[in-house]
């Protein structure tokens, strides 16, 4: 999942749905999802919360915002996806309700902080008991850990048929923003060219936060159980902040030699997330990228 966008050149990406995807452009959203009878559903939705546009702005919060704002929609886009590949939706989108939404946001977030900062915080303090561990040594074991509980947890749901073809539009995304990002004609023949891991992947902002997470829990690791597990939460925002301006700033030069040997473990992260697809699906992310494209060009045309 991409979540970055640059201030001087805009940037487009977005996540893989139930047989769709999303390109997240710079005033909107646009989502496609191939239904049963080979048709292809497309809506744009305007994006942006009003309140947050000055702290967008700062560096170490905006992290934080787009990273809400995106699973926020990309939570519900979703959930949509999974109503037009059943073909619940017919032929107009449908409401979705804001409290269903808001159960399944909260109910993801609280197992991926219970399973990948709460379970490593006690399976660390168990090593403590046990051996004699310094603050860096117990927060490197907390962070191997916390590693080993990601990349498995990968692995385990790419086992999974369905997963590997959302896995596929995972890697249509991409391709189709990359293809974007070259100035190519937007066709499924030139969108092919392209590579499936992209430097601004969602995966590889979570690579990046697990590693900032070792070096900020460094800085305040209470001995109790309890506050550590509390401060682990508490510093999630900055770590957040932190992940998101070095993946921006990795993907302003990823073109040097020397950054592309730096994010290569996030680009080989990606072979767990992405697949090759075929042109049906790339034709699903083409769709959703010139839908995003049109509702940036509208956006521009009306101020």
Known sequence: MNLFTQKTAPNYGGQALIEGVLIRGVTAISVAIRRPDGSIFVTTEQIGWKWAKRLRTIPLIRGTIVLAEMMTLGTKALMLSAKVAIEEDDEQEETLSSMAIGITLFTSLFLSIGLFFILPTVATNFVDSNY????????????????????????????????????????????????????????????????????????????????????????????????????RIILIPIITGISYEIIKWSSNYSSFKLMKLIIAPNLWLQSLTTRQPDDSQIEVALHAMNGAIEADRLSTVND
């Open 132 to 231: 004699q561990t310094t603050n860096i040594s117990s927060n490197l074991i907390e962070g191997i850990i916390r590693l080993v509980l990601f990349i498995g947890y990968l692995v385990a749901i790419s086992l999974s048929k369905d997963v590997r073809r959302i896995f596929q539009y995972h890697g249509a995304e991409h391709m189709t923003v990359h293809a974007y990002e070259n100035k190519r004609e937007l066709t499924i023949n030139n969108i092919k060219d392209y590579p499936t891991p992209h430097p601004r992947c969602g995966t590889a902002f979570l690579l990046v936060v697990l590693i900032i997470a070792i070096s900020v829990h460094v800085l305040w690791t209470p001995p109790v159980l309890w506050e550590r597990i509390v401060s």
